[in-house]
């Protein structure tokens, strides 16, 4: 085995470390279930055959001495039936007629009916046992199973279904014990403010009842909000790492691609196990499968409800002694039913973003750690071409590096086997278009850049805390500004120059790239509704004066002042707009250089600072 298999293999260990063991042990489980359930089927399949063969033994022994049912009748009207044996249940009975030696069998098709008959001609001296129990027990159970036999083999196909679902346990307990490598914050790269925040939840696992006593209250649902690959896992085993407790995860679908009323049973399941293990850690993985809007409607989705009730029932159960965490991964906040995001639930939210460049160089580095590398190889130079790339895509592409440098027989990774791996990756992903492309870049950066210089030499304007061109939810880049001291009222000016401050990502893309973009249209929607609002509810237009104008409660409110109030309305936001833009775009053309230098800055580290921000400014 040369340097780079063992390489290889050193991953592979490493990363089965975490997973698989756990999993194995539940497939055979799972094989053992499924076998057992074969067995069942054969079983019954084999006993059912052995008691036709009996049943039909029985009745073919009898076809001799077979009385019809009719000539039964018959006979029984005119008195020649001296004696009837009948069993509970059964519809064979005995028949000894008069005269006649042997006894005969008859089959009755309804016994109810028979019985009353009968009844009737005990009066004129015919002889009627009815017996409980069978004389012959083997042809009772067998006529039994038979009739029982197809259900028995819905049931058990039934159960196997079910095995083959893993209804059994599926809660997957990660038990973090001294054999197994932990996972601890030292492995999550970047997400810094991320795991500062959940260092709280750390010590109260330790130590739960130092903070109960003072009764300090700790979050006992956290929601972490990202896209897949972020490390939404990778932190929450990190904490169960850290405070050495177990981890128990679970996957959201695989609540509900149950049978109905199974889900909730699972979510009870669940957190049984978690109660008898706890402190510990409970992982949901994508909970929008179980925990989206409800309404009230068809099958799937009230089944979906009851898992999310018996969710909320054990959220709410847990007492002040218990300390189990819930953390829960979802890639679609928009989709939660808000019940989950109440106090005492998952009222802590934190969002995971894709990583920046110094993240994702970060990342690098901890996936490159069993890696050897050429020399002119820099995990800068990779974080630099990977611009939205999330840190599972990141260690993907480490990974097809290293097997790429074994195929191609060199001693270490080299440059060219990162590239091709980079292309496998990125093809695999500019389907789905998630890849930034150099041009959205630059306009990303000219746009927020704008923001950034034109809000600086703004009075009222708060200072900018960072600027990024990675992309956070909807926007492809934002421009973050300090947060003053609480404020109770905002002046005119303040408003006129918020709109500027707003205008100015359009009007630095217009005036540095001479074209416009579908980027600014937050922008251009919110200093709208301000203008609008310094109009209409402010009062802040002298040509329309201090009236205030609610279209939401009161769509008529307009009509009812008449079409010289509203065209006037129309003209006044209009030319706030307009006097923003203009004065956007003089603050652009007056300070180019600094609109060139904070753009390429971000085109080059992709976020910048306060203090670097500031700096360029000095
Ligand atoms: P999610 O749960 O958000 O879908 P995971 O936690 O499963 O993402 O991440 C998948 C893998 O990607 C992790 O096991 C890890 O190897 C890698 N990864 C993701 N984010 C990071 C990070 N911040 N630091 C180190 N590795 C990361
Ligand atoms: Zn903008």
């Known amino acids: 085995m040369n340097h780079k ?7 592979g260990n490493r990363i089965s470390m975490e997973n698989n063991k756990p999993e194995e042990k539940n497939n055979k489980e799972k094989n053992n279930k499924i076998l057992l359930g074969i067995l069942a089927i054969v079983l019954l399949v084999a006993i059912g055959i052995v008691g036709y063969f009996v049943f039909f033994y029985e009745n073919q022994g009898a076809e001799d001495n077979k009385l019809a049912y009719t000539d039964l009748i018959k006979q029984l009207a005119d008195g020649e039936i001296e004696k009837i044996e009948m069993t509970v249940g059964s519809t064979t009975v005995k028949v000894k007629q008069k005269n006649v030696e042997e006894e005969k069998t008859a089959i009755i098709p309804s016994t109810q009916a028979f019985i009353e008959l009968v009844q009737e001609k ?30 028995l083999m819905i049931v058990a196909l039934f159960i196997l279904v079910f095995k083959m679902q893993g209804l059994g346990e599926k809660g997957k307990v990660y038990d973090q014990d001294a054999s197994k490598e932990k996972v601890k914050f030292d492995d999550v790269a970047g997400l810094d403010e991320e795991k500062q925040e959940m260092i709280e939840i750390v010590q109260f696992l330790k130590e739960p009842k130092k903070f109960n006593e003072m009764g300090a209250k700790v979050p006992r649902g956290v929601l972490l909000y990202g896209k897949p690959g972020t490390g939404k896992t990778l932190i929450a085993k990190a904490i169960a790492g850290e405070a050495d407790v177990p981890f128990i995860s679970m996957s959201g679908s695989e609540f509900i691609e149950m049978f109905a009323g199974l889900g909730a049973s699972r979510v009870r399941k669940l957190f049984e196990k978690a109660r008898k293990v706890a402190p510990c850690i409970v992982f949901i993985d994508e909970i929008d499968a179980i925990g989206s809007r409800r309404s009230s409607g068809n099958g799937a989705e009230s089944e979906n409800n009851q898992t999310l009730n018996q969710l909320l029932v054990e959220m709410d159960g847990f007492d002040t002694e218990e300390t189990i965490i819930v953390l829960a991964a979802t890639n679609r906040p928009e989709m939660l039913d ?6 005492g639930r998952f ?63 060199h001693e270490v990774i080299q440059q060219e086997d990162i590239e091709e791996a980079l292309k496998k990756v990125t093809v695999g ?45 909807m926007a492809g880049g934002y421009t973050m500004y300090k947060t003053n001291e609480d404020k109770n009222y905002i002046s005119k000016t303040e408003m006129e120059e918020r709109l500027i401050a707003l205008l100015g990502g359009r009007a630095a893309e217009k005036i540095a790239l001479n074209d416009i973009s579908t980027g600014a249209s937050n922008d251009i929607e919110v200093a709208t509704k301000i203008a609008k609002d310094m109009v209409t509810v402010y009062g802040m237009s002298d040509v329309v004066g201090t ?29 706030l707009l307009d006097n923003a833009y203009k004065e956007a775009q003089k603050l652009i053309l007056e300070h180019m250089d600094k609109l060139h230098e904070v753009a390429e800055k971000l085109l080059k580290q992709e976020t910048i600072d306060e203090e670097e921000f500031e700096k360029i400014f000095e």
């Open 5 to 11: 298999e063992r390489m290889l293999k050193k991953e």
């Open 122 to 151: 005990v009066a004129d001296g015919i002889e009627f046992n009815l017996n409980q129990k069978s004389q012959n027990v083997l042809v009772s159970i067998s006529e039994t199973f038979f009739t029982l036999l197809p259900t």
């Open 338 to 343: 808000k019940a989950l995001l109440r106090p």
């Open 347 to 409: 009222d802590r939210q934190i969002t995971i973003n894709v990583p920046d460049l110094k993240g994702r160089e970060e990342i690098l580095k901890i996936h490159s750690k069993d890696k050897k590398f050429a020399e002119n190889v820099t995990l800068k130079s990779i974080a630099e071409d990977t611009a939205g790339f999330t840190g599972a895509e990141l260690s993907n592409i480490l990974n097809e590096a290293a097997i790429l440098a074994t195929i191609n027989e």
């Open 429 to 473: 992903l500019q389907k789905t278009s998630r890849v930034i492309s150099d041009k959205d870049k630059k306009l990303t950066a000219y746009h927020e850049a704008g923001h950034a210089v034109v809000s600086q030499y703004l009075e009222t304007q708060e200072p900018v805390k960072e600027i990024s061109i990675i992309p956070r939810g």
């Open 547 to 575: 009236i205030s104008i609610n279209t939401e409660k009161d769509p008529y409110e307009l009509q009812l002042l008449g079409e010289k109030y509203t065209d006037a309305i129309g003209a006044e936001v209009k030319i």
